[in-house]
């Protein structure tokens, strides 16, 4: 039996620590999809991850069985990207440090992607987790974001994890920029809004028969309550039962895992 109110139209699944932990699936997800879909509900997923592509992740998923369409996941660079696009047109220079994810999302909406070489053109600064930061590329956001360009980040979590260990994230590579220019960027990723919106506009429910599902308290459920969601949290992943319990505002479902949350 479903955990869910019968009134639920959509999920919106977090990843990492509620599909995989690493590279081990969390239960059996080609069941757990299957009885999404025969609960009848829209599922989309949501990621805070910028290094990888759409099409990576639709690979990582038929691997395991789970055949999505690409409109059904949505990274913290895809989010980034459909923010500039509301901002400036196709063809703007832009400086983006990150890694692949960043950069086709960002060439996706026509825009023109610059070298270090060349940053001093760019028009706004994009930053992502980056795993061959180097000064230069650090030099040269701070300059631009210095000099008055507008500044953008696909999320600011500290920290990635990773099977040796929680490792810098996308949030210390940020706090670089904003310690020498004192400026925060716009973020795309949770726990702000914007990328539960793209969600949400893509399934076409409403919010209040949304849930958002993650295993952070921080990202995943405090995203989920700033776009207006109820949100479960999955104890398969970061956060416990008892910080689960304790967090205001109340959480609407606490599970151990997607699995229970479905009654697959």
Sequence with gaps: ?????????????????????????????VAIFERIRALGLRVTLATNNSSRSVPQYLERLSGLGVMLEPWQVIT???????????????GTPIFAIGENGVREALTQKGFELL???????????????????????????????????????TNADKTFPTPRGEIPGAGSLLSVITTTTNVQPEIAGKPYPFMMEMALARMGTSRETTFVVGDRLETDIAGGQNAGC???????????????????PKIDIIAENLSELVGA
Aim: aromatic share 6%; charged share 20%.
């Design 230 to 248: 109820p949100t479960a949290l999955v104890l398969s992943g970061v956060s416990t039962r008892a910080q689960g319990q304790a967090w205001l």
């Design 76 to 90: 913290s660079s895809l989010a980034v990207a459909g923010m500039l696009e509301q901002r400036f047109p196709a």
């Design 115 to 153: 070298t270090v070489e060349d940053a001093s053109r760019a028009e706004a600064v994009v930053m992502g987790i980056d795993w061959h930061i180097t000064f230069e590329k650090l030099r040269e956001a701070a300059l631009l974001v210095r000099s008055g360009k507008p500044f953008f980040a």
């Design 1 to 29: 039996m479903t955990l869910l109110p019968v009134t639920t139209r959509g999920l919106i699944l977090d990843m990492d620590g509620v599909l995989w932990r690493d590279k081990t699936p969390i239960g059996d997800l």
